[in-house]
C-alpha cells in the first residue's frame, strides 16, 4: 500500500495529512505551529520517518484566475526543500480554494469560528491530498534538476 503526504504551506502554519493511493482517502494528521525552518523540518522528518511516505504532495496557491501569489514562490521553495532533504517524488497540486473547502468542512462538522484555527490547516492538507488522490493524472515528480512541476488541477478546470 503508497502512503502519501500532503502540505498546505504556510508562512506561519503547515498543515500536514495522511492518504493511500488503494484506498483513496485522505486524512488530516496535525499542523506543525514552529517558526524556525529547522523546527518545521524536523518535525516533517519525524513524520515521514512514521508514515513511510512513497511521495509528497504540496498544495500551490495561486489567485483564482491561476496568476501566482507571493506564496507560489513560496510553496515551490517549499516543495523544492522536501525534494533536497528527503530525496522523495513531491507533487505540486493546485490548492485554489482548499482553505475555504476545509472551513466549509469543519462548519459541517459543527466546528465554527475560532473553533477551526488548529484545525483549519490540516483540514485544507487534507482537501490538497484529496485533489490529488481523485485525479485522473498524478503529472511527474518533481526532478532535483527543476523548480518547475505539473500542477494538478481541483474543480471542473482541470486539463492534466
Known amino acids: ?7 498546505d504551506f504556510g508562512e506561519v502554519r503547515i498543515g500536514v495529512a495522511v492518504g493511500s493511493s488503494e484506498l483513496g482517502i485522505a486524512h488530516p494528521v496535525e499542523t506543525i505551529t514552529a517558526e524556525e525552518n529547522d523546527r518545521r523540518f ?11 511516505p512513497s511521495c509528497l504532495i504540496v498544495g500551490l496557491p495561486s489567485h483564482l484566475d491561476g496568476t501566482p501569489s507571493d506564496m507560489t ?31 466549509m468542512a ?40 527543476s523548480s518547475e512541476a505539473p500542477v494538478i488541477q481541483s474543480g471542473e478546470d482541470r486539463d492534466v
Open 1 to 7: 500500500m503508497s502512503t502519501l503526504l500532503a502540505f
Open 42 to 52: 524536523a518535525r516533517v522528518e519525524q513524520l515521514i520517518h512514521e508514515w513511510q
Open 73 to 103: 514562490r513560496l510553496s515551490k521553495k517549499f516543495a523544492n526543500r522536501l525534494h533536497g532533504r528527503f530525496g522523495l517524488p513531491v507533487f505540486l497540486v493546485d490548492e485554489r480554494l482548499s482553505s475555504a473547502a476545509a472551513s
Open 106 to 145: 469543519l462548519n459541517d462538522a459543527g466546528v465554527r469560528g475560532r473553533r477551526q484555527k488548529p484545525a483549519l490547516d490540516q483540514v485544507a492538507a487534507m482537501q490538497i491530498l484529496q485533489t490529488y488522490l481523485d485525479s485522473p493524472a498524478t503529472g511527474e515528480a518533481l526532478s532535483h534538476r
